[in-house]
């Protein structure tokens, strides 16, 4: 379920974003203890920060595309590491803004299913208070885990904005090196750069928050489904005959006897999984087509930018001291553990709902309307490249050999 610490975890981020940035479609209301929809002021602050790092791109790409008849300036070791993250950072960019563009797009649809999935699990651990049963080892480690990682995630996206205050003073960084070229000056961590770095890192502060608030809301959204999911799980069905219409001869009912959530009658075990479906649904339409995919490309180029500038600039990393080493270091790590975790925890609720549906026709009588229900019940997915792609174990797999492959071949140019 969505525990109080991520609640709280999400809720903080948010005020972060409304007191610090400035710039949110969705604010916390302390006293209603829900999402509600931000000031226009703060609306349009984050159009702002939008249209100002779509520029980023088109700038970049320039100073990037003018080197490639140069020879000279691509035989150097340097030189070429700033090629290479100088087109990592356009593409995690870019994908960002599509991100950005897609939860701006569906902002009201997200904050209110987030409203509704924490009520929901209100609900479902009311059920479990008066039922008093309590989530076995497992379960809660897996809870735990949850919390870890959600609160890794937030610290990461704060972290992030200010590491690229420092990685901007280093003479590999990209945009280091455009506006040396472009504007002949050698930024550095002196008084008068100051306001551009903390300019910088407040428009990146707006991008990683939509990234953080995009993974929040997916996690939400899992670990309810597995909790719901785990608790549903029948041990057994009681079979009920009543006497029918003058159509029916007898009408046959069940009550479930769930793992965690004690005897529910069949129509509250089809509210709930129905609910759920729902909230799958709505989950699709918004993360489906686009924000897995880009989510997926962006850690993919984090992971080759970060391992290719450790691997080929060692010795200028390292001149930039521990900030940017640890900078580098979460860009290899954090990719690879987010695809990980995500790629088990999606395949696991598919699995979980599979069961369950399974479980209940093989216990069920052909005639019953419970056994009519989960036979129509598709199995709860969630879908990359909607409708062609779902998200399974085997997601991780080959997020690591198209990572090891792009690093191979990098590093043999």
């Known amino acids: 379920m969505i525990t109080r610490f991520m609640r709280k975890l999400v809720k903080y981020r948010i005020l972060i974003m409304v007191y610090l940035n400035a710039a949110t479609s969705w604010n916390w209301n302390a006293k209603q203890e829900c999402f509600v929809p931000a000031s226009i002021y703060l609306r349009w602050n984050g159009c702002l920060l939008l249209t100002l790092g779509s520029t980023f791109p088109f700038l970049m790409s320039t100073f990037l595309l003018a080197k490639l008849p140069n020879e000279e300036y691509m ?117 008068k750069f100051i306001p551009f770095i903390l300019f910088m890192i407040w428009i990146l502060m707006d991008a990683v928050a939509v990234g953080f608030s995009a993974i929040a809301f997916l996690y939400g959204y899992l670990c309810l489904a597995r909790s719901l999911l785990t608790g549903l799980t029948p041990h057994g069905l009681l079979r009920i ?14 009550k479930l006897n769930s793992r965690y959530f004690g005897v529910l009658d069949e129509m509250t075990v089809v509210q709930i999984f129905r609910t759920h479906q729902v ?7 918004i993360c489906g087509s686009v924000l897995f995919s880009f989510h997926h490309v962006a850690c993919l180029l984090a992971f080759l930018g970060g391992a290719l500038t450790l691997l080929k600039a060692t010795d200028e990393v390292l001149d930039g001291g521990p900030l940017v080493v640890a900078a580098l270091g979460l860009a290899v790590i954090s990719p690879l553990v987010l695809q990980y975790e995500e790629s088990k925890e999606i395949s696991e609720v598919c699995q979980k709902s599979d069961g369950i549906i399974r479980r209940c026709i093989n216990l069920t009588d052909r005639r019953s309307m419970l056994y009519k229900f989960v036979k129509s019940c598709p199995k709860l997915k969630v879908h990359a490249g909607y409708p062609f792609f779902n998200v399974c174990k085997d997601t991780f797999s080959q997020f690591w050999a198209q990572g090891i492959d792009f690093l191979v071949a990098s590093l043999a140019i």
């Open 241 to 254: 005959v009543q006497p029918g219409s003058s159509r029916y001869k007898v009408t046959i009912r069940y």
């Open 279 to 285: 909230f799958n649904t709505i989950t699709n339409d």
């Open 75 to 191: 035989e150097s070791r340097e030189n070429f590491v700033v090629f290479i993250l100088g087109w990592a950072e356009v593409f995690i960019i870019t994908a960002i803004l599509m991100i950005s563009l897609r939860m701006k797009q569906y902002w009201r649809d997200i904050m209110y299913l987030m409203n509704e999935m924490y009520r929901y699990s209100d609900y479902i651990e009311d059920l479990m208070r008066r039922c008093n049963t309590h989530f076995n080892r497992n379960e809660q480690k897996y809870i735990y885990r949850a919390n870890v990682l959600l609160a890794f995630v937030g610290i990461l996206s704060t972290f992030i904005p200010l590491a690229f205050g420092a990685c901007i003073c280093v003479r590999v960084e990209p945009n280091h090196a455009l506006l040396q070229e472009w504007l002949e000056v050698n930024i550095s961590i002196r008084p």
